[in-house]
T-cell receptor, first 111, second 113 residues
């Protein structure tokens, strides 16, 4: 069974804080993704990575950065958290189409 | 501009009946379509997919139909069960060739016992 784990299920941070969300997969997948899910907007891609140290912007990269130093780990960084970044963050990994395997999500609240 | 649309935010169906979830897309270059199911407090799980060269794919109680001329796909669940109650997302692979997917906004299905 593919396992994608995320470091926290719930997180509360203050405006302006630097926030790190960690994601780890155990299936040696090349591709990893960060999404945010908001009501009425579905899942929107923030960044993805197709190899170690490689990254590409998704549809909504502003205010975020990512790091992939090891194949199994993909980190999402909020450089200076803002209230409009309050959301559910979902990490996924994939080897090839069609499936992406998702983690359980991190519900981030920025106050 | 929403390239993948799920126009029904919610749907209620009686147990044992058919559930039909719909999805429309605008980009004729999409070549792969997927359906995911999401329970509260969990990540989405892959359900079924279809390539653009097919018009139907079946897996047990789940069947996906693709109508390329109408840029429309649908997921049929027969018979519906209470455990099917979840949010369903359709997704389409971005035509760039990378493994990017564009998701719809989701439809919340409630199966009534």
């Amino acid at each position: 069974d593919v396992k994608v784990t995320q470091s926290s299920r719930y997180l509360v941070k203050r405006t302006g804080e630097k926030v790190f969300l960690e994601c780890v997969q155990d299936m040696d997948h090349e591709n990893m993704f960060w999404y945010r899910q908001d009501p009425g907007l579905g899942l929107r891609l923030i960044y993805f990575s197709y190899d170690v140290k490689m990254k590409e912007k998704g549809d909504i990269p502003e205010g975020y950065s990512v790091s992939r130093e090891k194949k199994e780990r993909f980190s999402l960084i909020l450089e200076s958290a803002s209230t409009n970044q309050t959301s559910m963050y979902l990490c996924a990994s994939s080897f090839r189409p069609p499936e992406q395997y998702f983690g359980p999500g991190t519900r981030l609240t920025v106050t | 501009d929403q390239q993948v649309k799920q126009n029904s935010p919610s749907l209620s169906v009686q147990e044992g009946r058919i559930s039909i979830l719909n999805c429309d897309y605008t980009n004729s270059m999409f070549d792969y379509f997927l359906w995911y199911k999401k329970y509260p407090a969990e990540g989405p799980t892959f359900l079924i997919s279809i390539s653009s060269i097919k018009d139907k794919n079946e897996d047990g109680r789940f069947t996906v139909f693709l109508n390329k001329s109408a840029k429309h796909l649908s997921l049929h669940i027969v018979p519906s069960q209470p455990g099917d109650s979840a949010v369903y997302f359709c997704a389409a692979s971005a035509p760039s060739g990378t493994y990017k997917y564009i998701f719809g906004t989701g439809t919340r299905l409630k199966v009534l016992a």
